[in-house]
């Protein structure tokens, strides 16, 4: 998949299926399988489990990724959330963005507890947020996604 860097803009919101027809209704997307599962995500202040439920519109890029607010979670305040992007060396990227002052707020661990994807990092100069996400891993995902599967 030819993708550019910046490949998806994710949005917390109440409630899935009224937003779902609303962005429907306004921009002409259609929507991806919703998906819902728990995911294991390391945190400032250990790890964490969080029952995500979100869909991803299957125009783009930039897809349009929906995900259910989350009390308690990086995903708590509804709104525009983040600029997702893709990366090849998510550990890497995390650490250069730490050293540039951008708090690290959450990431999915591989089995030797480096940062691997679904890593959340707030910018210092505008307060925006974007998550890395790895290329290798999450590229296939995302393709078959938008075949019409799900995304795990």
């Known amino acids: 998949m030819n993708?550019?860097?910046?490949?998806?803009v994710g949005i917390v919101v109440p409630d899935l299926e009224p937003a779902m027809e609303e962005f429907s209704a306004?921009?002409?997307?259609?929507?991806g399988r919703v998906q819902r599962f728990p995911a294991?995500?390391?945190t400032p202040s250990g790890p964490r489990t969080f029952h995500q439920t979100f869909v991803l519109s299957l125009e783009g890029p930039p897809y349009?990724?929906?995900?259910?607010r989350v009390e308690d979670s990086v995903w708590e305040r509804t709104g525009l959330h983040h600029l997702g992007m893709?990366?090849?060396?998510?550990?890497?990227?995390?650490?250069?963005l730490e050293g540039?002052?951008?708090?690290?707020?959450?990431?999915?661990?591989?089995?030797?507890?480096r940062r691997a994807g679904g890593c959340y990092h707030v910018l210092s100069a505008s307060g925006a947020r974007?998550?890395?996400?790895?290329?290798?891993?999450?590229?296939?995902?995302l393709e078959r996604y938008l075949s019409g599967g799900d995304y795990r």
């Open 26 to 31: 306004t921009t002409g997307v259609t929507w």
């Open 3 to 8: 993708a550019p860097r910046i490949y998806h």
């Open 86 to 96: 893709w990366s090849d060396d998510v550990p890497g990227e995390s650490a250069g």
């Open 64 to 68: 349009i990724e929906l995900l259910v």
């Open 100 to 113: 540039r002052g951008c708090a690290w707020e959450a990431a999915i661990v591989d089995g030797e507890g």
């Open 130 to 141: 974007i998550e890395l996400v790895s290329r290798a891993a999450s590229a296939p995902r």
């Open 40 to 42: 294991g995500f390391a």
